[in-house]
């Protein structure tokens, strides 16, 4: 069932499909792929880290209301001899619900990546079939070219490993508490971090410094389905997106004097320990709003087909983007380079502006993110329905 109107609570919630939730992880799987691409046209604005920001909120919203939902449906023990009875179905679905969405094309796309030698997947292809690229960025302090980006990835499957054991075996009523908890401590230990001078991807890269945006979103999750009217008091007025948004526009804009007119430079409390924490909350608004439903502009944004589309394939399209183009590490004998250069071979005007080989990108990607979908993501997706909450 698809729905974007509020419903009353119920005792046993039930797992509605939000559709402009669809549309978010469009605008937030769009402003990676333009940091990426453009990175050196707006450098100083952080698009990416907005976007995965968004992403991390989302999934706190939705993983936290899927595991207190399906806690809730467990039968309850009837004798004292057996304790967490529901502990093995509850994490048996999640699991497996879980590794049928993301495992397949992951696991394919390292493969395919360590046969041509995708620098450098074969040096780490331990660290990347364990979901551990985050972990090796930050004990070597070092990015890892074209699968920089699957630090993130990484960072929600070890909160997937966390967050089902740790919301079945804290009672319902210290949620909130336990998601503010975590809040606290994550913007904390990004704190600890930059004091102890050290690198400022380590602090944006590590699990338990992303863990403010998974815990708003679990705060989030918990007042859907106990708090329905204060959920709907806070997110109803959209007038909170926009000044959530000016929040995180005015702490870009104030990050960008700090590195002009003081000795902090660009790396400074407010970008590495705030920031985060800034677009956590434009995130919450966001999604929130947009689980209650946008009205207007917004709402066709979100729910037009092209949103729909791009945010039913948007993890393919965040998996592969990289690979198709990177600023930084796409090399000029790469496949996607030497197929730009025959097409401008053959029309040179295309060289006339940045905007031909964007869009060249954006088309490959989305081509490549389509044929995952329909011949891969999708049939193995379906067998999800076996597997219901």
Not at 179 to 193: E, F, H, N
Not at 332 to 359: C, E, G, M, Q, V
Request: hydrophobic share 50%; aromatic share 18%.
């Amino acid at each position: 069932m698809e729905t974007n109107a509020p419903v009353a609570a119920t005792a046993r919630p039930t797992l509605n499909h939000f559709r402009q939730l669809d549309g978010v992880r469009f605008i937030a799987v769009a402003l990676v792929l333009i940091d990426h691409w453009l990175t050196r046209i707006i450098s100083e604005v952080p698009l990416g880290s907005l976007g995965v920001t968004i992403f991390f909120v989302l999934s706190g919203f939705l993983i936290t209301r899927i595991l207190l939902s399906s806690k809730e449906k467990l039968k309850k023990p009837t004798s004292a001899d057996q304790p967490n009875s529901g502990l093995g179905k509850y994490l048996k679905t999640f699991y497996i619900r879980r590794t049928l969405r993301i495992f397949p094309i992951y696991y394919l796309t390292i493969i395919i990546l360590a046969i041509i030698n995708e620098p450098p997947v074969r040096k780490t292809f331990a660290w990347l079939a364990l979901y551990a690229t985050n972990i090796y960025i930050a004990v070597h302090q070092t990015w890892m070219g074209t699968v920089d980006h699957l630090w993130s990835l990484a960072v929600e499957e070890q909160v997937y490993l966390i967050l089902p054991l740790l919301l079945f075996f804290v009672p319902r009523r210290y949620v909130p508490l336990t998601m503010l908890l975590m809040t606290v401590l994550s913007i904390g230990l990004r704190y600890i971090l930059y004091y102890a001078h050290f690198e400022w991807f380590v602090g944006y890269v590590s699990t338990f410094t992303c863990l403010d945006s998974f815990g708003l979103g679990g705060i989030m999750a918990y007042g859907w389905l106990y708090k329905r009217d204060l959920f709907i008091r806070i997110f109803q007025p959209s007038h909170w997106v926009w000044i959530s948004l000016a929040a995180f526009v005015a702490a870009v804009v104030a990050n960008h004097y700090i590195t002009l007119y003081t000795s902090l430079g660009y790396h400074n409390p407010l970008s590495d320990v705030w920031e985060r924490f800034i677009a956590s909350v434009f995130g919450a608004f966001l999604i929130g709003r947009a689980v209650l439903g946008f009205d207007g502009v917004m709402k066709w944004i979100l729910e037009n087909a092209v949103s729909q589309y791009m945010g039913r394939i948007s993890y393919g399209l965040y998996l592969y983007h990289n690979f198709v183009y990177n600023v930084y590490h796409t090399q000029p004998t790469h496949f996607t380079a030497r197929a730009w250069r025959r097409i401008t071979d053959i029309l040179p005007f295309l060289n006339s502006t940045y905007f031909f080989k964007f869009s060249f990108f954006v088309a490959l990607t989305i081509t490549l993110a389509t044929i995952s979908w329909y011949l891969i993501e999708k049939p193995i997706n379906n067998l999800k329905d076996r597997y219901s909450y």
